[in-house]
């Protein structure tokens, strides 16, 4: 869990940790906006809560242990039982809770189990919990959709720059407007081919239910390498390169540029 968040909810401020597939709130933070003592192990202990995680982990789990589960469960609710969240990771193998140490040390739910537990605190408080997490996304989401943008437009620029050296280099002044047309086409499945290894046809034909082209599907990586691959390809035409040269130096560009972006911290915490 190498990301973290907070979000404020009731004056409380709690941190959300993700990985590559979850969001996890902590429980322990929520528990600053609970008057009076409450305990996460009393929420656990719950007949109810235990069926609810049961359910969840049924879904999401495919390593989850139901024969300790089944254990728990006839236990649940009992008031000699005693259920921490270490007890039940390791008993069941669940993966919607997780008990931490260190920097972002405390009990971390799924966002899923954790708005069931905002529900303990009190009906206002998980109202509140569920609009802040969402508010958070949509800046995400938000933020994520102008740097697409961004880029798009930016290889839309260096696109112009592109097929301006074409046609002052490559197009013979004889050449009727399909002709050019189609040598437009090859020169841009040329960065197609060179960046995701396949010409726009084919993609099309293997993705015929997806909405747009190749490019608009492109990651925001691949558009930053794309816009960058316009402006060589165009400096290369310019200096008299063949298409095939010129192909072999764009392919070792983006696998090369390709590399360095999916390793930068920084365009990650854009995502």
Do not use: C
């Not at 009076?36 to 982990?57: A, C, Q, V």
């Not at 999401?60 to 728990?72: H, R």
């Not at 405390?106 to 069931?116: K, M, Q, R, V």
Request: hydrophobic residues 40%.
């Amino acid at each position: 869990m190498a990301k973290s968040k907070t979000i404020n909810v009731k004056g409380a401020s709690i941190t959300i940790l993700q990985n590559e597939t979850s969001e996890f709130i902590s429980l322990t933070d929520m528990l600053k906006a609970k008057d009076g003592d409450f305990f996460i192990s009393d929420w656990l202990r719950n007949r109810n809560t235990i069926e609810y995680l049961g359910i969840w982990e049924s879904v999401y789990n495919p390593d989850f242990n139901y024969g300790e589960f089944a254990i728990i469960k006839s236990q649940a609710g009992l008031n000699s039982y005693k259920l921490s969240v270490k007890d039940w990771v390791a008993k069941t193998n669940a993966i919607g809770l997780k008990a931490t140490t260190g920097r972002y040390g405390g009990t971390y739910a799924h966002s899923d189990i954790a708005f069931e537990f905002g529900m303990w605190i009190s009906p206002e408080f998980k109202i509140y919990l569920i609009k802040e997490f969402q508010r958070l996304k949509d800046v995400e989401n938000d933020r994520l959709q102008l740097n697409w943008n961004l880029q798009r437009t930016l290889a839309k620029v260096n696109y112009r720059i592109h097929t301006d050296a074409i046609k002052e280099i490559l197009v013979p002044k004889e050449l009727s407007k399909q002709q050019i047309n189609g040598l437009y086409a090859s020169e841009a499945d040329l960065l197609n081919v060179a960046l995701f290894g396949i010409t726009a046809k084919e993609w099309r034909d293997t993705n015929q239910d997806a909405d747009g082209n190749i490019r608009d599907q492109a990651t925001i990586e691949q558009l930053v390498v794309l816009s960058n691959m316009e402006s060589i390809n165009a400096v290369l035409i310019h200096q008299g390169l063949e298409q095939k040269e010129r192909l072999i130096q764009l392919n070792k560009m983006a696998i090369s540029q390709m590399n360095s972006l999916l390793g930068n911290k920084n365009i990650q915490k854009l995502k």
